[in-house]
């Protein structure tokens, strides 16, 4: 059984190294830190702080605009080099807020999914591991840029752009606190319906573009999907629209200062919510990516920051779906029950009228109604997350009758319940 | 990689730094192809299960080449698999590194005797980081990502563009052909 | 009718799906956190293999070739020669190739006079796999520094600070409980 | 430098059928997140439904039974863990009974009791490693992360007595290869009396969630025919409606002594045979708690006596392992070791299925159907 000749020659021997065990080289690891539910709030507090910042500039910018004496403004309306500077303006900030959000997203993701499953999650780099989304983020910018050799290159750059856009556009029409919105338009209601398609294009092309099978079954699965869910997500906008009678969200928001739009509008509410997971494209309505059956769907052959922009894409909807949600069915930036009381006005109450104090009480009235926004938005962003940790993933076909023959009937209903409502109440 | 592409350092010290800093946040975020072949996959999944949770030091397993980083070479890779394992190595995009976990992988383990098993995936795809045990423990694995992860962020071993090894094709030819007794 | 309760149960089901989800964080961290705890491995779990040296600096290994007989994977190569000087032989060289090793035990199994143990230093990934192909010295420099080790006829054994080998106690073997009752039925004539 | 073209020819090789709508072939493998290692399936499919479907093995083919002709009958056993590396201890007892017999060893009663728990010890591991990744397939992360955390203390108390995690290396002929730790019992009790609280939240998010079952009753229709006519054991034959099952038809070790019956389901589909492996953790703890029970705690563990067989002399043993009947056929030549070593294993015959039940269904059903058939590569291709 002795082992042959040339196979003794083959062995060398080779001293042994000085120090051979292995010694960890690492920062920022704290073996004590707290490791309950303390921690995932502690990365929520991340979500408020940044998130909260980058909001804040939204206030501050349009007010910069019509500083008096500005040479952007006039009259309450902008110059042509004003509205060119706010337009270039508002959408780095938009970008840098769904991008920011998306990145807090998956950490915080990342840190729930190691709570339930009884372990850490991302923890040794940076403190309790909050630094790990940005090692990710520049890693991807870092890595090779590639394009398949068969693919449609064009197509194939542009599909996560789209998505991207997609998500950021929505962004800019959404009113975080009082008077906080980039653009207040008075058709809001439309422009989501319509800046989401283009995110739906985008899934769909680039699932074409890279010219792999699985990306295709993807990007087809994703149109019938996506296409489908735009139906019972458009009705139950248009339900609030019959229901507020405006279709400018800052109206909407408004008109919820007693009682949230969900109260009499539950059944449309919980339509939106289930067809907003689909366009999110979350477990149990992630069949585009079906990361077990399609590889990885649609993006199967994107990597380095083209991936990164679909990932952050979903992530920043993440935030956004249910942004949108809050504005239309919960209250937005007001506290609950604020037509009886509420302490923003007891803010904005502060000091003698246009003393410092006021315009101070009132910056800080507009940063409340924001934090009650970002805490029903972060709610509804775990509800999303806690789905996805338990569920598993619907058949396609199944997935087209929850959508046909569940959701569409419902949304009809509710639309129905709400004309009957506002006939008989307003 | 450079940002310059060159293997050497950059003489510019904004450069040099920026470099430095990429490479630390690749080896802060290193993703793992799931891509397992036999027994030590198992092991491999745990390695990501409660009780060892790669996922501390950002390893995240990724399905598709593509967005990978690292391929961990889980097993007995054979004649026929090894041209997969080749396809896939070219599939990922740079930078790119490849653990080799196992008796298997390393040297054809038990069964190097065997006619149709490759002789050590090193003959395949270049390898940086070799892991014994049939199979290992998963500490064992993540021992290995940590080696992996402390040569990805030290500035003196940065990673070279274009140092693609050329595979030893003649292992993975037909059966018989290399004279093996088995 | 039927529709709705059918929906009733379904929602009911997804809800206690997502309570088990949601409770298992109270089952705690299950998380062992290597590099900076280390694992509590029983000394029977053969990670790698050392060779013992007794306190006196003898070998214990009477190169008798059973290990190498007995090896699954043929990694063990020894040579030897007669010892000019009385009975035995001399170990000229002894080799484990654990790149190859199947981490069976099967050697440890047959070794008449334990002197091939299992260790618990699961810590052998390298850059360079020659570093693993273990002569002698690599295989006595194991036993050096393992804390303690196992071999089927001594059981448990280490080394206390004086350098001496010393048998672990019975409560510490993983020998069974049959051993304990001997002890026990012992204790009891007594 | 690519792979030259010569060394790259597939050898299964689907020419799309050009008809109403346009097939495309999809390969499903060897590197996919669902087939459970190196297997590729080349599809054809119809939009999402499936016309055509070709099973490919070999791309884990290591020359298990070669090997083996040429190694010794104790040195067999360490290789034996490799094929089934899921259960890799139920793999050896086959083969450690078909050499028991042929050398006329007697196992000692205990280590009969020993080696029983741990069979069925290991079914329990084994189904905990297919929830885990099954319920991956299926799109859910959590499952698997819970089957493996538990996992994970099963396969502390294996280590603590046999020295292995996954592949122990621990039976032998004529009993075990060393005495179990003084606390193995106890370990093995207490476990389970922490694992039967936990199974029904397994079964909360697997067999009676509402989203399963609608990916899995009436899916992948497994007739009792088909069934036996393809050879299929293990859990995907009783969830046919076909009671056999070798520990009851051809009791060994201690399995006469146990008290259990065999666990059948009538549907056939992917949730019966979900259901019934779900039913099999329970019925493996109910049955290692009877061997705890039944266990004498003193006396020998091992029977010892030189292997030595006959020229000519050959013996086919099989044993009822977490996927089914692995059989293990010995010839011997009168040497140290087996002339001819031939596994019957349970994986290979239950694959050769899967043509049969994957075509004309949806793509995502494929794997849903792929997954619940349990299968292992290294025992399929060996």
């Given amino acids: 059984m002795a082992l042959s000749s040339d196979k003794r020659s083959q062995l060398k021997r080779i001293p042994i190294p000085e120090d051979r065990h292995f010694k960890p080289q690492l920062v920022g690891y704290n073996p004590k830190t707290p490791n309950r539910l303390a921690e995932v709030l502690a990365h929520s507090l991340l979500y408020f702080v940044f998130v909260g910042l980058l909001l804040l500039i939204y206030g501050v910018l349009p007010w910069l605009f019509k500083l008096p004496g500005s040479p952007l403004a006039s009259g309450g309306s902008f110059t042509t080099t004003g509205a060119v500077l706010y337009g270039i303006l508002a959408a780095v900030l938009s970008f840098l807020v769904a991008a920011v959000a998306a990145l807090i997203l998956i950490l915080v993701l990342r840190k729930y999914l190691g709570l339930v499953q009884n372990r850490y999650g991302p923890m040794h780099n940076g403190p309790a591991g909050a630094f790990q989304t940005i090692a990710d983020a520049v890693k991807m910018v870092a890595k090779e840029d590639f394009v398949p050799g068969k693919a449609d290159a064009l197509v194939f750059t542009l599909a996560p752009l789209m998505v991207f856009v997609s998500a950021f556009l929505l962004l800019t029409i959404i009113p975080f606190a009082p008077g906080w919105v980039l653009a207040n338009l008075n058709v809001g209601l439309l422009f989501i319906v319509a800046a989401g398609t283009i995110g739906a294009y985008g899934v769909l092309v680039g699932g074409w573009s890279i010219n792999n099978k699985f990306g295709l079954l993807g990007g087809l699965r994703a149109a019938a999907q996506l296409v489908s869910y735009e139906i019972p997500l458009s009705i139950s906008l248009l339900t609030v629209a019959v229901w507020v009678g405006s279709l400018n969200l800052m109206d909407i928001v408004e008109a919820q200062k007693l009682w949230w739009t969900a109260i009499p509008l539950l059944i449309s509410a919980a339509v939106y919510l289930i067809a907003s997971l689909a366009e999110i494209k979350m477990t149990p309505f992630d069949l585009p990516e079906a990361e077990s059956e399609l590889v990885a769907g649609f993006n199967t052959e994107y990597s380095g920051m083209r991936f990164g922009f679909f990932f952050v894409a979903e992530f920043a909807e993440l935030f956004l779906l249910p942004a949108i949600a809050v504005v239309l069915f919960f209250g937005g930036y007001y506290q609950p029950l604020a037509g009886f009381w509420d302490f923003a006005d007891v803010l904005r109450g502060l000091g003698a009228e246009g003393s410092t104090l006021n315009q101070f009480g009132g910056l800080l009235a507009s940063a409340y109604g924001m934090l009650w926004f970002l805490l029903k938005t972060a709610l509804l962003s775990y509800l999303v997350i806690w789905v996805r940790a338990t569920l598993p993933r619907f058949r396609d076909d199944q997935l087209m009758e929850l959508c046909w023959k569940v959701l569409i009937p419902l949304s009809l209903i509710g639309l129905a319940v709400a004309v009957i409502l506002r006939l008989v109440f307003k | 990689m450079g940002l310059l592409g060159s293997d050497r350092r950059p003489d510019n010290i904004i450069l040099g730094k920026l470099d430095d800093l990429i490479n630390l946040a690749r080896s802060r975020s290193m993703w793992p192809l799931t891509f397992g072949i036999a027994c030590c996959a198992i092991e491999m999944m745990n390695s990501s299960a409660p009780r060892y949770d790669a996922d501390r030091f950002g390893f995240f397993y990724r399905n598709t080449p593509r967005q990978a980083d690292i391929m961990i070479v889980s097993g007995t890779v054979n004649k026929k698999m090894g041209k997969r394992v080749r396809t896939l190595y070219e599939q990922m995009a740079e930078p790119k590194w490849v653990i080799s976990m196992g008796a298997c992988a390393n040297q054809g383990g038990p069964f190097r005797q065997g006619y149709s098993v490759v002789e050590g995936v090193d003959k395949i795809v270049p390898v940086d980081v070799y892991v014994p045990g049939c199979p290992p423990r998963p500490e064992a694995l993540l021992q290995a990502m940590l080696l992996l992860r402390d040569k990805v962020a030290d500035p003196e071993k940065r990673y070279i563009p274009g140092t693609l090894m050329e595979a030893d094709f003649d292992v993975l030819a037909e059966p018989g052909k290399d004279g093996r007794s088995l | ?190 | 430098m690519s792979i030259p073209a010569a060394l790259m020819t597939g050898p299964t090789v689907l020419e799309p059928v050009v008809g109403k709508t346009d097939e495309m072939i999809v390969n499903l493998g060897p590197q996919h997140p669902a087939t459970h290692g190196v297997l590729q399936i080349v599809l054809g499919v119809d939009g999402e439904r499936v016309t055509r479907a070709v099973p490919h093995i070999g791309f884990l083919h290591r020359n298990h039974e070669k090997i083996e002709e040429s190694r010794s009958y104790a040195q067999v056993i360490p290789y034996l863990d490799r094929m089934d590396y899921v259960s890799g201890l139920q793999n050896e007892l086959p083969y450690c009974l078909a050499v028991e017999d042929l050398a006329g060893l007697e196992v000692p009663e205990r280590a009969k009791y020993i080696r029983t728990a741990m069979f069925e010890f290991n079914r329990i591991i084994s189904h905990l490693v297919w929830v885990g990744t099954y319920m991956l397939d299926l799109g859910a992360i959590t499952p698997f992360l819970y089957a493996f955390r538990d996992r994970e203390m099963a396969l502390d108390i294996i280590e603590r007595t046999t020295g292995g995690r996954m592949l122990p290396n621990y039976f032998t002929f004529g009993g075990v290869r060393r005495d179990v730790h003084p606390k193995f019992w106890q370990d093995l009790l207490d476990f389970l009396d922490y694992f039967e609280k936990v199974v029904p939240e397994y079964e909360t998010l697997t067999v009676d969630a509402p989203v399963f079952q609608a990916r899995s009753v009436g899916v992948g229709l497994l007739s009792q025919e088909l069934a036996v006519n393809h050879g299929i054991s293990g859990p995907n034959l009783r969830a046919s409606g076909v009671a056999h099952d070798l520990r009851k038809d051809q009791p060994y070790d201690a399995y006469p002594e146990l008290d259990f019956s065999v666990i059948t389901r009538d549907e056939g589909d992917v949730w019966a045979r979900s259901k019934v492996r779900m039913d099999e953790i329970y019925q493996s703890i109910d049955l290692i708690r009877q061997c705890a029970e039944l266990a004498p705690r003193s006396g020998p563990y091992l029977a010892r006596g030189r292997v030595k067989i006959e020229a000519g002399e050959q013996r086919y043993r099989a044993a009822e392992i977490s996927r089914g009947q692995l059989g293990v056929y010995i010839h011997s030549d009168g040497g140290t070791g087996p002339y001819r070593s031939k596994h019957r294993s349970p994986s290979f015959v239950n694959l050769q299925i899967i043509p049969d039940l994957f075509i004309g269904q949806k793509f995502s059903d494929v794997i849903a159907i792929l997954g619940s058939i349990d299968i292992v590569l290294g025992e399929v291709d060996r």
């Avoid at chain 3, 047959?110 to 020659?130: G, H, K």
């Fill in chain 3, 1 to 190: 009718m039927n529709l709705i309760t059918e929906a009733a149960k379904a929602l009911r089901d997804i809800g206690k799906g997502m309570a088990v989800v949601s409770r298992a964080a109270e089952k705690g961290k299950h998380t062992n956190l290597y590099p900076f705890e280390m694992p509590e491995i029983p000394p029977v779990s053969c990670q790698s293999l050392a060779l013992i040296i007794e306190a006196d600096g003898t070998d214990r290994c009477v190169s008798c070739l059973a290990c190498e007989k007995v090896c699954p994977s043929q990694v063990i190569t020894i040579e030897r020669t007669r010892n000019p000087e009385g009975k035995g032989f001399v170990l000229e060289r002894f080799d484990i190739d654990l790149v190859n090793c199947m981490y069976c035990a099967a050697c440890v199994e047959a070794c008449p006079v334990s002197a091939i143990v299992t260790i618990q230093d699961f810590e052998l990934s390298t850059y360079d796999l020659q570093t693993l192909k273990a002569d002698k010295a690599f295989l006595d420099e194991q036993g050096r520094r393992a804390k303690q080790w196992y071999s089927p006829k001594l059981g448990v054994e280490y080394r206390n600070e004086q350098g001496e080998i010393q048998v672990a106690p019975l409560e510490q073997q993983p020998g069974g409980e049959a051993e304990l009752l001997k002890q026990a039925d012992k204790e009891s004539d007594n």
